[in-house]
């Protein structure tokens, strides 16, 4: 992938111009080190120049957001770290488990499309959310829906320079109230339908070389469906999703976890006490 036209998977014009597949984001979250600062760990959001916030995709209501994206069902993955020392720069790989690391769910996936199907949880280095205006999409013919949405737990930064405060790293921000500022459920990846069809994914880090070759990441299940379901007869596509697939899980809320921590911490007296019950009603039924 090319790193100057911001790794936009601008390619793969199928059977004619009017079916398409785009991999775009908006910023490539880089590691830092410097000696000055001691070698702590720093995270500059680079940006990209994809120009789809402002082209004619945005003005017919597909729009991917310009800013910082972080979701709580975060995954690990390796990263080009930069290390600056004696006014060189050099890089090393470091594995980081960080909330702009999207482990992506097939919990959250369109469970009717060739695209999604027969696809695990996908790992998502950088993304940028994917914002639809129903007025417009309908102003200009288009129907679209999301096929890859990230949990309930996720949040953005306003972002105007320099590195992200380690409070954007640590959780969604807080509003009145000391309650979380969080965007809900949105759109990874969508499908635009007009007269042809645009599967658009808010992630073109997924499929450089070394990411598209990582098993964990399933960057080459994604693009084979995508392909495979905008050129060919949907009964070839499906024969072409036929994969063995290992699921992830979604995790639970904060409510269920309330729950099952609670079922935890009172079975074992529960279940005591429901016994000394059962021993005493069969001693009175004895007598």
């Known amino acids: 992938m090319t790193r100057i036209f911001v790794r936009v998977l601008f390619g793969l014009l199928l059977l004619a111009s009017c079916q398409a597949f785009v991999a775009a984001q908006q910023f490539d979250v880089v590691p830092r080190q410097k000696a000055e600062a001691g070698f702590e760990l720093a995270y500059w959001p680079q940006p990209q120049i994809t120009d789809l916030e402002t082209s004619w995709l945005a003005d017919r209501g597909v729009l991917l957001v310009r800013k910082p994206f972080f979701d709580a069902h975060l995954t690990s993955a390796p990263l080009a770290t930069q290390v600056f020392r004696g006014g060189r720069r050099e890089f090393s790989v470091m594995d980081a488990a960080l909330p702009f690391i999207v482990r992506a769910s097939a919990a959250r996936y369109a469970e009717d499309s060739l695209v ?22 309908k102003a200009a013919g288009l129907t679209a829906r999301a096929l890859v949405s990230s949990s309930e737990t996720s949040w953005e930064l306003d972002w105007s320079g320099g590195v992200l405060p380690e409070s954007i790293l640590a959780g969604p921000p807080v509003g009145e109230g000391d309650r979380p500022i969080t965007l809900g459920a949105v759109p990874l990846a969508v499908e635009v339908a007009g007269q042809g069809r645009l599967v658009l994914v808010g ?14 990441a399933r960057g080459d299940h994604l693009l084979l469906n995508a392909v495979a379901s905008l050129a060919l007869d949907p009964a070839l596509a499906a024969v072409a999703s036929q994969r063995p697939v290992a699921r992830g899980f979604e995790p639970p809320d904060a409510q269920a976890r309330l729950r099952w921590r609670a079922g ?12 000394a019950a059962l021993v005493a009603l069969a001693h009175r039924s004895g007598r």
Request: with cysteine; glycine share 2%.
């Open 116 to 137: 999604t199907r027969n696809l695990g949880d996908l790992v998502l280095v950088s993304p940028s959310r994917i914002e639809l205006d129903e007025a417009k999409l």
């Open 203 to 216: 992630c073109s880090e997924l499929f450089r070389d070394a990411r598209l070759l990582d098993p964990e």
């Open 264 to 275: 935890v911490v009172f079975a074992w007296p529960s279940a005591v006490l429901l016994l």
